[in-house]
């Protein structure tokens, strides 16, 4: 298994510039999510999916868009790239837990994707 | 809503002493709690979770954590800390009703030689 995997390392932008950050997993993990990390601030929740087809919002989602064609692929859209959106992307996924059920599945996360918007 | 503190910025031991890195939570309904580490320029690592039971959770790299619900806390802990647990680390929360993870800020945990 690859685990979950994300593309590119590194991108460098400039400001209006847009992009797709790619992030994929092959352990058929229904629920996936995309977290930006900034100093101090631990990850903060962007958007995130509990399904192919099935998308919402989470903490800070402005700016970015998402779609789940497939299990496997959940890639990230910068629509127009500002300089607030330097950060650390990191994807994740894991097993989705049902409601009231008694199981909390732990997220493996990607190596990450260093963004600058100049 | 769903909140994770994490008190200390930074946490410095030395090697081969006992270390705790604290968390606290805020959740409605039961809390699932987890730990996570993250080394430099890498993706963050699962350590170990608390889903019910024993409130005493072991998990990997000989880290365990405890559960305290009258506290509300869930503080990590080694027995004897090495050079290599330098790292990141994260708590995190998912309440019994939702799907996604609030992560606290984060704690530097630095073992000196």
């Known amino acids: 298994n690859a685990g979950v995997t994300q593309t590119p390392k590194f991108q460098v932008l400039k400001t209006g510039q847009s992009m797709t950050l790619q992030c994929a997993q092959d352990m058929n ?8 990390q900034d100093p101090g601030m631990g990850l903060r929740l962007i958007h995130y999916s509990v ?29 127009s790239a500002a300089p607030s959106q330097t950060s650390v992307y990191f994807c994740a996924s894991s097993y989705s837990s049902r ?20 | 809503a769903q909140s994770v503190a994490q008190p200390e910025d930074q946490v410095n ?33 699962f350590l170990l979770k608390y889903i019910t039971g024993d409130n005493l959770v072991k998990g990997s790299y000989g880290f365990e954590a405890e559960f305290n619900k009258s506290q509300t806390s869930f503080h990590l802990k080694k027995p004897s800390a090495l050079v290599s647990d330098s790292a990141l680390y994260f708590c995190a929360v998912r309440d019994g009703d939702g799907q996604n993870f609030v992560f606290g800020p984060g704690t530097r945990l630095s073992v000196l030689p």
């Open chain 2, 13 to 45: 031991v030395a090697e081969g002493n006992p270390l705790t890195v604290k968390c606290t939570y805020s959740v409605s309904g039961n809390p699932y709690l987890f730990w996570y580490v993250q080394y430099p320029n890498r993706g963050l690592q």
């Open chain 1, 29 to 36: 993990h229904e629920y996936m999510s995309w977290y930006r």
């Open chain 1, 99 to 118: 409601t009231g059920d008694g199981t909390a599945y732990e997220q493996y996360f990607g190596p990450g994707t260093r963004l600058t918007v100049t």
């Open chain 1, 51 to 79: 399904g192919a087809g099935i998308t919402d919002q989470g903490e800070v989602p402005n700016g970015y868009n998402v779609s789940r064609s497939t299990t496997e692929d959940f890639p990230l859209r910068l629509l």
